[in-house]
């Protein structure tokens, strides 16, 4: 089953580990999309400086948005490979 789009609760749903699983995968689904998000906001920005120039806000949004992708990014990607991983192994299981 894949946690992040869960279907309608079901007897395996109860278990404490699928129901953490779950949580994770919806915190790294949302961090995906925040520091996705990010990188978007700053490549959009830096695509705005290239054609009119770099004035300093520009610049200022472009380095906000690669700092908030850096800062925020890697833990939800992290997370989620262990989530696919573990869910993965109670398959093969």
Excluded: H, W
Excluded at 54 to 79: D, E, K, R, W
Aim: glycine share 8%.
């Amino acid at each position: 089953m894949d946690l992040v789009t869960k279907g309608p609760v079901t007897a395996p749903d109860l278990d404490p580990v699928t129901r953490r699983r779950a949580r994770i995968a919806r915190f790294s689904k949302l961090g995906k999309r925040v520091g996705y998000l990010a990188l978007l906001v700053a490549i959009a920005c830096f695509a705005v400086g290239v054609i009119n120039g770099f004035s300093p806000t520009i610049v200022q949004v472009i380095v906000a948005g690669l700092v908030v992708m850096c800062v925020v990014l890697p833990a939800p990607i992290v997370l989620g490979y262990g989530v696919r991983a573990a869910e993965r192994e109670d398959r093969e299981r």
